[in-house]
């Protein structure tokens, strides 16, 4: 081990402080192979592969909420956290129970047209797909007028408005994935290629029930969605909501997707092209557009009240120990389906058994360590997949106020392909974390970068996203795809791989040849990111400009 590269990798993985060598020292990681480089197992914590592995094993079923997967994997996580000596954050107790409602549509109707030239019915999850959250046993959405919105946003500081001049109440709405910054990758509109919450489905759902829409209907495409559309209709269509007294009868009736081939034969129906439409959407000035066409459908639903568990652990401070750091990472995924002729586990290694594996890590090596000045707090989220319901559940009734939680780190989804020279921020440029990335990244003769496709607006699909709306700076970071050995080209396709092949599928699972030595890199960072933090007077606040800004702001002036 000569060159710095190496030296930077034995100190990646030791998760030990390394000060730089000297410029006569310093080499490119190019110098350096990947032979060269200690194992991860060796030098680090042996028993990150040991978590990793059995958390995506079959015995975990899925680790589905709610299931006999999810008591497997709370009692798991939760004998962890005791056995590294972490204190329990509710009262006694690990675990912060989400009350959730289980909304299991047991019987979905074909989508149904009438009206001229209307096609013939849509059948579920070959042609749409549909559900309700509303917290009813049956869904009645007889001749609705169908409506083309455009992109279905309202957007005052963009000057946008898809549904300006329009009632909608008691319609069904039909827009497209994504937005207009991404269509036309314009840097001036929206965020340009980059996706604003604007483009999410969730969103989109969201303001067609403000407007009064009885059914929201997105047009999926591949590209724009970032997934296939074996991920919107291959998936259990079991759906999980925070339960509230209201039901939630402030959501649409009806919300689902429409393929891009249905679509298309419903404009082409109405004497509409998809393509044209799209260009009208972005003229700027785009008029809702009716189908003169009616669509009904019928959903039965069974309903189960639950209780599925957030598991939270945490290292007291010496000096401030209201004051608080918080590492994160969501332990369910899709259990089982037993429909499946074969392979019938959802065992979800890289989605996220990794992330827990990496928290519990990390956890053991602070938990041997001096107390720290302030609080660490290890929080492993419930029913992630199903809309981030432990994180949301959280933000709303925190075990450790708001105000003085210092700042996050959330991890989804590890790193397995081996070592990489750059590190990829999710929601690049929003806060002062980023710099303290960069810091420990140089260390390692690494560089930042942006997320490669920000149009798939990750930076909304995972649980630091909850924190981040209640004024918490959260940094979301893992390995890139520029590989120490093969390259930039190869850690694309193995990025690519995954998201088309294993992602959301019962092949995502734990491989004994993955390379763990970059989930090594990555935690070297994540750490010294966290210890830093709870050893200082440091507050990192989000940038100016960005939308979280303000809230975080007003938490200052709480603490102050």
Same mark, same amino acid.
């Given at each position: 081990?000569?060159?710095?590269?190496?030296?930077?990798?034995?100190?990646?993985?030791?998760?030990?402080?390394?000060?730089?060598?000297?410029?006569?020292?310093?080499?490119?990681?190019?110098?350096?192979?990947?032979?060269?480089?200690?194992?991860?197992?060796?030098?680090?914590?042996?028993?990150?592969?040991?978590?990793?592995?059995?958390?995506?094993?079959?015995?975990?079923?899925?680790?589905?909420?709610?299931?006999?997967?999810?008591?497997?994997?709370?009692?798991?996580?939760?004998?962890?956290?005791?056995?590294?000596?972490?204190?329990?954050?509710?009262?006694?107790?690990?675990?912060?129970?989400?009350?959730?409602?289980?909304?299991?549509?047991?019987?979905?109707?074909?989508?149904?047209?009438?009206?001229?030239?209307?096609?013939?019915?849509?059948?579920? &999850?070959?042609?749409?797909?549909? %559900?309700? /959250? @509303?917290?009813?046993? +049956?869904?009645?959405?007889? =001749?609705?007028?169908?409506?083309?919105?455009?992109?279905?946003?309202?957007?005052?500081?963009?000057?946008?408005?898809?549904?300006?001049?329009?009632?909608?109440?008691?319609?069904?709405?039909?827009?497209?994935?994504?937005?207009?910054?991404?269509?036309?990758?314009?840097?001036?509109?929206?965020?340009?290629?980059?996706?604003?919450?604007?483009?999410?489905?969730?969103?989109?759902?969201?303001?067609?029930?403000?407007?009064?829409?009885?059914?929201?209907?997105?047009?999926?495409?591949?590209?724009?969605?970032?997934?296939?559309?074996?991920?919107?209709?291959?998936?259990?269509?079991?759906?999980?909501?925070?339960?509230?007294?209201?039901?939630?009868?402030? &959501?649409?009736?009806?919300?689902? %997707?429409? /393929? @891009?081939?249905?679509? +298309?034969?419903?404009?082409? =129906?109405?004497?509409?092209?998809?393509?044209?439409?799209?260009?009208?959407?972005?003229?700027?000035?785009?008029?809702?557009?009716?189908?003169?066409?009616?669509?009904?459908?019928?959903?039965?639903?069974?309903?189960?009240?639950?209780?599925?568990?957030?598991?939270?652990?945490?290292?007291?401070?010496?000096?401030?120990?209201?004051?608080?750091?918080?590492?994160?990472?969501?332990?369910?995924?899709?259990?089982?389906?037993?429909?499946?002729?074969?392979?019938?586990?959802?065992?979800?290694?890289?989605?996220?058994?990794?992330?827990?594996?990496?928290?519990?890590?990390?956890?053991?090596?602070?938990?041997?360590?001096?107390?720290?000045?302030?609080?660490?707090?290890?929080?492993?989220?419930?029913?992630?997949?199903?809309?981030?319901?432990?994180?949301?559940?959280? =933000?709303?009734?925190?075990?450790?106020?708001?105000?003085?939680?210092?700042?996050?780190?959330?991890?989804?989804?590890?790193?397995?392909?081996?070592?990489?020279?750059?590190?990829?921020?999710?929601?690049?440029?929003?806060?002062?974390?980023?710099?303290?990335?960069?810091?420990?990244?140089?260390?390692?003769?690494?560089?930042?970068?942006?997320?490669?496709?920000?149009?798939?607006?990750?930076?909304?699909?995972?649980?630091?996203?909850?924190?981040?709306?209640?004024?918490?700076?959260?940094?979301?970071?893992?390995?890139?795809?520029?590989?120490?050995?093969?390259?930039?080209?190869?850690?694309?396709?193995?990025?690519?791989?995954?998201?088309?092949?294993?992602?959301?599928?019962?092949?995502?699972?734990?491989?004994?040849?993955?390379?763990?030595?970059?989930?090594?890199?990555?935690?070297?960072?994540?750490?010294?990111?966290?210890?830093?933090?709870?050893?200082?007077?440091?507050?990192?606040?989000?940038?100016?400009?960005?939308?979280?800004?303000?809230?975080?702001?007003?938490?200052?002036?709480?603490?102050?």
């Amino acid at each position: 081990m000569t060159t710095q590269y190496s030296i930077g990798l034995l100190c990646v993985f030791a998760l030990t402080a390394c000060q730089p060598a000297s410029h006569s020292q310093q080499t490119t990681a190019t110098d350096t192979s990947s032979d060269e480089i200690e194992l991860f197992e060796s030098n680090f914590n042996p028993n990150f592969r040991e978590y990793f592995r059995t958390l995506a094993s079959d015995q975990f079923m899925g680790r589905a909420p709610a299931t006999k997967g999810e008591e497997i994997t709370v009692a798991y996580i939760e004998q962890q956290f005791k056995s590294f000596g972490l204190k329990p954050a509710n009262q006694g107790s690990y675990r912060q129970p989400v009350p959730v409602t289980q909304i299991d549509p047991v019987q979905v109707s074909s989508l149904r047209f009438a009206g001229n030239n209307a096609p013939a019915d849509y059948v579920y &999850r070959q042609d749409m797909m549909a %559900w309700s /959250s @509303q917290m009813l046993n +049956e869904i009645n959405v007889e =001749a609705s007028d169908i409506v083309f919105v455009g992109y279905g946003i309202v957007a005052p500081e963009y000057n946008w408005n898809d549904y300006e001049g329009l009632d909608v109440t008691g319609k069904t709405v039909v827009m497209f994935v994504n937005d207009p910054g991404y269509a036309t990758q314009n840097p001036e509109l929206f965020n340009g290629n980059a996706m604003t919450y604007y483009g999410r489905w969730t969103y989109k759902y969201e303001e067609a029930a403000r407007q009064g829409a009885a059914m929201a209907l997105i047009v999926h495409e591949t590209a724009p969605a970032s997934y296939g559309w074996h991920v919107v209709a291959g998936t259990s269509p079991i759906r999980f909501e925070l339960a509230n007294e209201n039901k939630n009868m402030h &959501r649409a009736k009806v919300e689902g %997707w429409l /393929s @891009q081939q249905g679509a +298309e034969r419903l404009f082409a =129906a109405a004497g509409l092209d998809l393509e044209a439409l799209r260009q009208q959407a972005l003229s700027g000035s785009f008029q809702p557009i009716p189908l003169e066409i009616q669509a009904s459908i019928n959903i039965k639903n069974n309903l189960r009240t639950l209780q599925s568990d957030n598991v939270i652990g945490y290292i007291e401070g010496s000096t401030y120990p209201e004051e608080t750091v918080i590492y994160m990472a969501h332990w369910d995924h899709f259990g089982m389906d037993f429909s499946l002729p074969d392979n019938q586990v959802f065992n979800g290694a890289q989605d996220n058994a990794g992330g827990v594996a990496a928290l519990l890590a990390i956890a053991e090596r602070m938990a041997q360590e001096p107390a720290p000045q302030r609080s660490v707090v290890f929080m492993s989220w419930a029913v992630e997949e199903r809309g981030l319901l432990g994180s949301a559940w959280y =933000a709303a009734n925190p075990l450790f106020p708001l105000e003085t939680t210092v700042a996050g780190v959330n991890m989804d989804v590890i790193n397995v392909h081996g070592p990489m020279k750059d590190v990829m921020v999710v929601g690049h440029n929003s806060s002062e974390l980023e710099p303290m990335l960069e810091h420990y990244s140089k260390l390692q003769h690494r560089y930042i970068v942006p997320e490669p496709t920000p149009e798939d607006g990750f930076y909304y699909r995972s649980d630091h996203f909850s924190l981040a709306k209640v004024g918490v700076p959260m940094l979301y970071a893992r390995g890139g795809i520029d590989h120490i050995e093969h390259g930039k080209a190869w850690g694309l396709e193995q990025r690519h791989i995954y998201n088309s092949q294993h992602y959301h599928k019962v092949t995502d699972e734990f491989d004994e040849n993955w390379d763990l030595r970059g989930a090594a890199q990555d935690m070297y960072l994540f750490y010294h990111i966290g210890n830093d933090l709870a050893n200082s007077r440091q507050w990192p606040n989000w940038y100016q400009g960005n939308e979280f800004r303000a809230i975080r702001d007003a938490s200052a002036r709480v603490r102050q």
